[in-house]
């Protein structure tokens, strides 16, 4: 597969699975907007191995796409129209090559059923899951200042902290239960049934308080990435950060359904952010 054909896949696997992502790509330069989706291309490829139903032994596959990122760090690339494009990417913005291991310790942590206890595992398993992907992408975005680092695994933290409060019922239903079991006891909620019901909501509102902190703290990153990324990534965030706001004027009703952000308010970010430049 020629270089081009393997970004035109790796396009295509975004604009059809990326949600959130795919349209602030659009806000980038040629060059940078391929790599965002050859990178979000291996992460989808990764989520996929954890959580579809149709991949019989998800411990052998993750290893043996393990080896295939090995391999294809090494200049020895399996058969996959992934990497030609993804390979590219990686070299042309020098990313290093340690956070797509911990992008597969994060997907690994997610085969079994599991209850994290403190906030402080909590984080761990943000970095690896969500963390490590901001940190990779302003890689793309570009930066000069290392004070972005620090901030974009803040970002990564209140990216995956809104996903986990949106995302209650669904994981419960899969055996996962994020919010710490301490922050249960501390509001006298049952991690199984999610009672009492206005307990739980109170908790709800501690954890979303908490995401709201991470967004605040890691805002300056805008400024410190390349002025020609900096309209993607504030739309980034500000969808991201608008869905935590649609949990809190729910009320916190999680359970009962799922938030989103519609269509016509990702685009009206989209839109203010493109202006703002």
Request: glycine letters at 4%; hydrophobic letters at 40%; a negative charge.
């Amino acid at each position: 597969m020629t270089l081009d054909d393997s970004y035109a896949w790796a396009e295509n696997v975004a604009r059809s699975q990326a949600k959130n992502f795919y349209y602030t790509f659009l806000l980038l330069p040629k060059p940078k907007r391929r790599a965002m989706c050859a990178i979000y291309a291996f992460m989808r490829y990764c989520d996929d191995l954890s959580d579809e139903e149709g991949v019989a032994d998800r411990p052998a596959a993750i290893a043996r796409w393990r080896e295939d990122l090995e391999s294809a760090l090494a200049g020895r690339a399996p058969d996959h129209p992934l990497w030609p494009a993804f390979t590219d990417s990686v070299d042309r913005y020098k990313i290093p090559h340690r956070y797509f291991f911990e992008m597969i310790e994060g997907v690994s942590s997610d085969l079994e059923p599991r209850a994290i206890e403190t906030f402080d595992e909590l984080y761990r398993y943000c970095y690896h899951v969500a963390s490590v992907v901001g940190l990779t992408i302003i890689h793309i975005f570009g930066f000069s200042d290392q004070r972005a680092l620090e901030l974009a695994e803040r970002c990564g933290v209140a990216f995956q902290l809104t996903n986990i409060l949106r995302d209650v019922r669904e994981d419960s239903e899969k055996g996962r239960v994020y919010l710490p079991a301490e922050d249960f006891r501390k509001f006298g909620v049952s991690q199984e049934t999610f009672e009492p019901r206005q307990a739980f909501r109170d908790m709800l509102e501690f954890e979303a308080r908490r995401a709201r902190r991470y967004y605040d703290e890691s805002a300056p990153l805008v400024a410190l990435i390349d002025r020609s990324s900096r309209s993607s990534l504030r739309a980034l965030i500000g969808i991201y950060s608008r869905l935590l706001d649609r949990i809190v004027a729910s009320d916190y009703d999680v359970l009962s359904r799922r938030i989103r952000v519609p269509d016509w308010e990702k685009t009206w970010i989209l839109l203010r952010s493109r202006i703002c430049g």
